[in-house]
């Protein structure tokens, strides 16, 4: 009998994995909107280290017949360090069997099923000719986010803007480097002075920082009629990156309504100034048929489910 696979960073990397993973993002979606899977909250340790938490989350996927447990810590500090702000791992497991098929990198899983999620959400809400990407913050999951809407939209042009400026300019080398646009041309970068400059104007906007605080780094004012947006950062459940003025006359999309109103921070503050309802909450599963109003602006606020690791993982074990 054989062992595990192990699936290293290498092995998730292209964008035809990548749309593999939004592939079975939306089947997995789909299921948990119509009631057929469920997502587990995560389970998150605390100890004495401040702002530090160790967190496991574990979700089974019926149509796929597989299991994924997925181990992780988060340490905020880490990047100042040169280290990786995620560590962990994930084991995908065969329901029938019982075996263990695969362990992943969990940081790097983490990363692609973020940034894949996004893509989906892009992939449903944003205009079909989105050219203009602008990025708010300069780490992983930026990059994931660039790697994912590049592969839905044929995006010619990024502005990134990033309060740490040796990242900023690390992160626009790669984007260079890296980042294809239509007919395999690379895209124009602009590093940006501030967050206003790098959104106005944008088609798709992203902000992927790691954020505690309550301020916004994004106002509604400074988003164009009709872009979409990706909320993907923020550090705990009441973190904001965009103002949640923005969610007021916006589609607002989220992975599940009852895990945004637990965790996402622009959401509860939104419901909590009358600005939305629970109603106004659209969930990703329920749009894989369609159903966004064109030329309205859209707000995808992610949170992050054990599922989309369970999917993810799967849709990348079948590639190896």
């Given at each position: 009998?054989?062992?595990?696979?192990?699936?290293?960073?290498?092995?998730?990397?292209?964008?035809?994995?990548?749309?593999?993973?939004?592939?079975?993002?939306?089947?997995?979606?789909?299921?948990?909107?119509?009631?057929?899977?469920?997502?587990?909250?995560?389970?998150?340790?605390?100890?004495?280290?401040?702002?530090?938490?160790?967190?496991?989350?574990?979700?089974?996927?019926?149509?796929?017949?597989?299991?994924?447990?997925?181990?992780?810590?988060?340490?905020?500090?880490?990047?100042?360090?040169?280290?990786?702000?995620?560590?962990?791992?994930?084991?995908?497991?065969?329901?029938?069997?019982?075996?263990?098929?695969?362990?992943?990198?969990?940081?790097e899983l983490t990363a692609v099923r973020t940034g894949a999620v996004a893509g989906l959400a892009t992939r449903l809400c944003a205009p079909e000719d989105a050219a203009e990407l602008a990025v708010v913050g300069a780490g992983v999951q930026a990059r994931a986010a660039v790697r994912a809407v590049s592969a839905v939209r044929p995006i010619r042009s990024v502005r990134v803007f990033s309060r740490t400026a040796s990242r900023t300019d690390t992160f626009a080398r790669w984007v260079r480097d890296t980042v294809r646009g239509p007919a395999d041309r690379p895209v124009d970068v602009s590093v940006c002075g501030g967050?206003?400059?790098?959104?106005?104007?944008?088609?798709?906007?992203?902000?992927?920082?790691?954020?505690?605080?309550?301020?916004?780094?994004?106002?509604?004012?400074?988003?164009?009629?009709?872009?979409?947006?990706?909320?993907?950062?923020?550090?705990?459940?009441?973190?904001?990156?965009?103002?949640?003025?923005?969610?007021?006359?916006?589609?607002?999309?989220?992975?599940?309504?009852?895990?945004?109103?637990?965790?996402?921070?622009?959401?509860?503050?939104?419901?909590?100034?009358?600005?939305?309802?629970?109603?106004?909450?659209?969930?990703?599963?329920?749009?894989?048929?369609?159903?966004?109003?064109?030329?309205?602006?859209?707000?995808?606020?992610?949170?992050?489910?054990?599922?989309?690791?369970?999917?993810?993982?799967?849709?990348?074990?079948?590639?190896?």
């Open positions: 009998m054989t062992g595990p696979v192990s699936i290293g960073a290498a092995d998730m990397a292209g964008p035809d994995r990548l749309v593999r993973v939004m592939d079975a993002l939306a089947e997995a979606f789909a299921d948990l909107s119509a009631g057929r899977t469920g997502s587990p909250s995560r389970t998150i340790v605390p100890h004495s280290r401040p702002q530090r938490e160790l967190l496991a989350a574990t979700a089974v996927w019926e149509r796929r017949g597989v299991g994924s447990v997925k181990i992780t810590t988060l340490t905020p500090d880490n990047p100042e360090r040169g280290l990786p702000l995620i560590h962990g791992l994930v084991v995908l497991t065969d329901l029938d069997t019982g075996r263990v098929t695969a362990l992943l990198d969990g940081a967050a206003e400059e790098a959104v106005a104007g944008a088609a798709v906007v992203c902000t992927t920082t790691s954020t505690g605080d309550r301020t916004p780094l994004v106002a509604a004012e400074w988003v164009a009629p009709g872009a979409h947006v990706n909320i993907i950062g923020g550090t705990h459940e009441d973190a904001v990156e965009v103002d949640p003025a923005l969610l007021a006359d916006a589609f607002v999309v989220v992975e599940q309504r009852a895990a945004a109103l637990e965790e996402a921070g622009e959401v509860r503050a939104a419901l909590a100034d009358g600005l939305i309802g629970r109603d106004d909450l659209h969930e990703l599963g329920t749009l894989t048929a369609g159903g966004v109003p064109v030329g309205r602006t859209s707000v995808f606020r992610c949170v992050g489910m054990a599922i989309e690791d369970t999917a993810a993982a799967a849709a990348l074990s079948e590639t190896v």
